[in-house]
Each structure stands twice: as C-alpha cells, then as structure tokens.
T-cell receptor, first 112, second 114 residues
Framework: DAKTTQPNSMESNEEEPVHLPCNHS???????IHWYRQLPSQGPEYVIH???SNVNNRMASLAIAEDRKSSTLILHRATLRDAAVYYC?????????????FGKGTHLIIQP | DGGITQSPKYLFRKEGQNVTLSCEQN?????MYWYRQDPGQGLRLIYY???????QKGDIAEGYSVSREKKESFPLTVTSAQKNPTAFYLC?????????????FGSGTRLTVV
C-alpha cells in the first residue's frame, strides 16, 4: 500500500466544519482512498472512501484533488463525539497482504 | 445487528503461556484480519484470511498463529514465542478482497502480560 502523510494533530471548535488533509503523492491509478476513525480504546470505524470523484455520506464528505495526490476529509459540523484519531489509507495492490496499512493518523481535538 | 465480536475485552497472561483471542463475525464476510496496536501507534497486520481454510502472514506474524475452520470465526493465538505480546488486538472483516471494499472492526482485546 502506498504511503500517506497526515498532520499529527488538529484542533477545532464544536459546531464548526473540520477539514482533515491527507497527502498521497505516490498514489497509483487504481488505489482507493479510505478514511477511518478510532475512538479511544475502540476499533477503527469506517468513515468514507473514494477513487476519483468527491464522495458524500451521512458522516462526512471526501474531496479528492484532481491529480489525486491529496484528499481532504470534511466534517461539516463537528461535535464532541467526532474527537478521535482519523486515518487516511490507500487501498491498493501493494504487498502480499490485501489488508490496510495504518499510519499514526491525525488526532482531532474538538473544543466545546 | 451484524458485526464483529471480540472476546474477552481484557486478558491477562503470565509469561510463557499461550493465549487465544476470539473473533466472530455474522456479516457473511469472506475476508478476516488480525491487527496489533501499540500505544500511540498505528495498526500493524498480523495475519489475514480471504477464504475458509486459508490464511496468510502479515507484517508481524512471528509468535502468532491463526486458524480459519469456519467462515464466521478467526481465532488468534499469541504464543510464548511472542517476545512483547502486551498490546491492543483488533480483528476486522471485509466482504471482499477488492480495493472498493471497506472494513468492519471489532472492539478489540487488550492483552497484558503479567
């Protein structure tokens, strides 16, 4: 799986939008961009994924750059429950394992 | 509701003992995975299985063993050969092995060696 780069931490205020960036300059044409989040002492939770076009679901939006070398997870109106570690992952054909490789992610802090 | 059940939530083991972590899913997913997470770190893949009776080593398989006798179950054994087994263990499943499929994770088992 190709490598992604995310800021170690970000801080935002409750009820404001949050934009979480992810750089993936070595992405291949067939890699999907996945986002997961993990609350303390819990397993990661799927948030959203996409290939080329921007994607929306009930949790978030995913904006993918035209060259696909970066993407942004958008939480439209952050709540305290959105405080978590957010992982940006590329799911591709690299390696023998089809499993996802998780980096350290971005620790999102929400201020009331 | 469908999901993944990991048990127990907390597990204590004496040095030199083997211990087995349970992972059961009722999502009818073909693929299942085991990850290890250390404090402040990301997830590292231990083993994965894409079909029953078949499994493959991940990045850190040494000191671990698995079996996949049923589609629903993928237990992980932490053997005495694992030098530093204290960690948070996560099981996951996926409906397919393609890139367009997301993963469902269990709530994890925290293993402590005493």
């Amino acid at each position: 799986d190709a490598k992604t780069t995310q800021p170690n931490s970000m801080e935002s205020n409750e009820e404001e939008p949050v934009h979480l960036p992810c750089n993936h300059s070595t992405i291949s044409g067939t890699d999907y961009i996945h986002w997961y989040r993990q609350l303390p002492s819990q397993g990661p939770e799927y948030v959203i994924h996409g290939l080329t076009s921007n994607v929306n679901n009930r949790m978030a939006s995913l904006a993918i750059a035209e060259d696909r070398k970066s993407s942004t997870l958008i939480l439209h109106r952050a709540t305290l429950r959105d405080a978590a570690v957010y992982y940006c992952i590329l799911r591709g054909s690299g390696g023998g394992a089809d499993g996802l490789t998780f980096g350290k992610g971005t620790h999102l802090i929400i201020q009331p | 509701d469908g999901g993944i059940t990991q048990s127990p939530k907390y597990l204590f083991r004496k040095e030199g003992q083997n211990v087995t972590l349970s992972c059961e899913q009722n999502l009818n997913h073909d693929a299942m995975y085991w990850y290890r997470q250390d404090p402040g770190q990301g997830l590292r893949l231990i083993y994965y299985s894409q079909i029953v009776n078949d499994f493959q080593k991940g990045d850190i398989a040494e000191g671990y063993s698995v079996s996949r006798e049923k589609k629903e179950s993928f237990p992980l054994t932490v053997t005495s050969a694992q030098k530093n087994p204290t960690a948070f263990y996560l099981c996951a499943s996926s409906t397919g092995a393609g890139r367009n499929y997301g993963y469902t994770f269990g709530s994890g088992t925290r293993l402590t060696v005493v």
